[in-house]
């Protein structure tokens, strides 16, 4: 039986993450990148300018919403800022070489369309469900924006959703945050199992209030550490950083020659899997973020902006600070993979605490991760069967933590990037249809922005 579902899953698994579908995650964004004029790009300042400019410069947030933009950038970055920097990343780089590096750039500058869009429509067609208490995201976007008659789609899109969080926001992370656990520091499982279902428990049960308020801390502190950590070890080995990036570059279209315990890889592998771990770490395509970016106090189009920038430091910055570590210190050639790739990485590059920061980072990585996926899942569970499903959701949640870090679990971790990626699919027909309203949303705030410029 668990051999025929995992021949299923893998079959499915392969139309998902496979080239087609992976070029229609790109095109997308790369469509939403033409009909929004190059928005990214061409305002680029201006993003910064209206999301962490706003933060820095502490300005008042009048509109309605639950969260502070930076609370629910936080939040969303929680999710997205996790074991795919790490993992994902050095997955793409030991099976489709250093040039994978360069389709993850790709797949991110056009995912930051994606993402704009994913953030503006969130707030646009959320609905306000209680005092001082929103519902928004793709279920809604689709339903409100697209028509009743697409409710069908809306909700494939919630159990998408809902299921995915039991594994990949769920189960996954807790296995991982186990596992650097026990290899860091010698914790066993169990252990760890109960302390990370208290843990999360205490946050996740005082919903999405409780979650940003943890998230606004707990994320720029963890990318702060992570981001020094390799910084040092590039500056490090700073004469060797244009001939890494000459590599990116000439390997993004040249097959890599194996070497060391590197098996080589085509081109055609380095594009597919850099541009499915670049999507698996920033999101961009897959919508969950817009459930949360849907609680911010904030305009559509601002809190879009918002999104930009969270693409931009999760692949742009952070992932990129993985793979410039990997292969500076020549730990591609050892035949790892995964995160033992990344840690191989950090120790030769810093040895003694280069190992402390990947275990660190993995165990703060995920568990800020489950505090958002938590809620992605509430939101898509409370979308098919009304609020009296929060409070049995939340419980279910926090027991399957325990599961998931004293389980083995190849089949869930099969099983939830399958789901993961099938999330894409409502989600992109939705941004695809909804592009002229996206459009018209951007002009008239950009209108309304030069206005006041003119003023």
Excluded: C
């Excluded at 899109?157 to 996954?172: D, K, P």
């Excluded at 055609?268 to 770490?281: D, E, N």
Aim: a neutral charge; proline letters at 3%; charged letters at 15%.
């Amino acid at each position: 039986m668990l051999e025929w579902f995992l021949s299923i899953n893998s079959t499915v698994n392969s139309i998902v993450w496979g080239p087609p579908f992976l070029f229609l995650l790109v095109g997308t964004g790369l469509y939403l990148t033409i009909r929004l004029d190059f928005l990214q790009f061409k305002h680029f300042k201006l993003s910064w300018d209206k999301s962490f400019g706003r933060y820095f410069r502490r300005d008042v947030e009048n509109e309605e919403g639950v969260l502070s933009s930076f609370q629910a950038i936080s939040s969303a970055m929680a999710a997205t800022l996790g074991v795919g920097n790490i993992a994902g990343v050095s997955t793409a780089l030991s099976l489709g070489g250093p040039g994978a590096v360069f389709w993850m750039w790709i797949s991110a500058l056009v995912g930051m369309a994606t993402k704009f869009a994913e953030a503006q429509l969130g707030v646009k067609f959320r609905e306000k469900t209680g005092e001082d208490e929103y519902s928004g995201g793709v279920m809604y976007y689709i339903e409100k924006g697209m028509g009743g008659r697409w409710k069908w789609l809306a909700s494939l899109y919630a159990f998408f959703a809902g299921m995915a969080a039991f594994g990949i926001g769920n189960m996954v992370q807790s296995n991982t945050l186990a596992h650097a656990a026990e290899d860091g520091f010698a914790v066993p499982s169990w252990i760890t199992g109960l302390a990370v279902s208290f843990l999360v428990g205490l946050v996740v049960l005082g919903g999405i209030k409780r979650i940003g308020k943890v998230a606004e801390k707990l994320v720029p502190l963890m990318a702060a550490f992570y981001f020094i950590g390799g910084v040092v070890i590039i500056f490090a080995n700073i004469t060797q950083v244009p001939a890494v990036l000459a590599e990116i570059v000439s390997s993004a279209f040249n097959p890599t020659a194996a070497f060391g315990g590197f098996a080589g890889a085509s081109v055609r592998m380095a594009v597919r899997f850099g541009i499915a771990r670049g999507v698996f770490s920033n999101e961009a395509g897959l919508g969950a973020a817009s459930m949360v970016h849907a609680q911010a106090r904030n305009k559509p189009t601002r809190q879009g902006m918002w999104g930009i920038w969270e693409v931009f430091i999760d692949t742009i910055v952070v992932g990129t600070i993985t793979a410039l570590v990997i292969l500076l210190t020549g730990a591609l050639g050892t035949g790892e993979t995964g995160a033992v790739l990344a840690a191989e990485g950090f120790t030769r590059g810093l040895p003694g605490p280069g190992g402390y920061i990947i275990n660190i980072s993995i165990i703060i990585f995920a568990y800020t991760t489950m505090l958002t996926w938590s809620f992605y899942g509430e939101e898509s569970w409370k979308y098919l069967f009304g609020k009296k499903i929060v409070k049995p959701y939340r419980f279910v949640f926090v027991v399957l933590l325990f599961v998931g870090a004293v389980g083995a679990l190849e089949p869930i971790w099969l099983l939830a990037d399958t789901l993961n990626g099938l999330m894409a699919a409502p989600n992109l027909i939705a941004l695809v249809v909804l592009a002229g309203v996206i459009v018209r949303e951007k002009d008239d705030y950009l209108l309304e922005v030069e206005n006041d410029q003119a003023a």
